[in-house]
């Protein structure tokens, strides 16, 4: 199985991620991989390609691409385009979960498409105002997505081996969910075995399995992003700033920032002053 599984943690202050896509300006390729997390691609300008398992879907201005949690994805981009994307914790839809704890939502056009592109754009566009209030305004826009996504786009039928094979990948979503949850905590494989009443091979071999990483890389991803926000978002010392995000210290934040972002953590805080 030639795919990765991809960390994401949510806007600060929101129980989603709200983002433009990154490759926006063409000539990208975002390669096969999963999330646990519902994700929603719209396009607004020029277009792209998504692949979910294996199905081609090619997008347009005014579309938009519904992923389920645990589908494998890939996404095409050669030219320049205009996409926002979204992405919403599974947790949030846990009230309209099947008795199998799954949901799934539909890649068919529906009559409310319009209504939900517009929805998603007017989101955007408060976030990027930052108005007074505009927090509050935002709720309501994404509470509206997500009425919409379980009232007009959920599934009522899903086939049982998409079920069976969405529980084989929970398995290490859960253990996943949890450390993105406790990252700022000191884990060893052993630990995290006796949690989950695994035994630290086969956690091991669920990591480089699905996830292509070992459990000890993933979690340095976690507290990275973390890490990176908290650096942008206040005026924390490095050194604060690799505790409060469970590095043992600056320096092992510092050799984990340079390897991911290319510069040292200084030297990021100095370029953006």
Known sequence: MDFSHETIV???NFPFKLFVFEGREGNYVREKHWHRSIEIFAVFEGGLTFLVNEKEYPLEAGEFMLVNSNEIHSVLSPKPNMTIV???PLALFADYFTDEQ???FSH?????????MQNLKALYQRYLERRTGYD????ALFYHLMYLLVSKYRKRDVNPKIVQHSKGLNRLSQITSYLKDNYTKEFSLEMLAD???YSPSYISRMFQKYAKTNYMTYLQGIRLEYAFREMVNTENTISDIAMNNGFPNSKAFSK???AKYGIMPSEYRKGKI
């Not at 068919?108 to 209504?115: G, L, P």
């Not at 509050?136 to 709720?139: D, Q, R």
């Open 86 to 88: 979204l992405q919403i």
């Open 256 to 258: 984990a920032f340079k």
């Open 136 to 139: 509050f305004e935002m709720m």
């Open 10 to 12: 949510t806007n600060e």
């Open 102 to 104: 799954f949901i799934a």
């Open 195 to 197: 949690i989950f009443g």
């Open 108 to 116: 068919n056009t529906r009559e409310q498409d319009d209504e939900f």
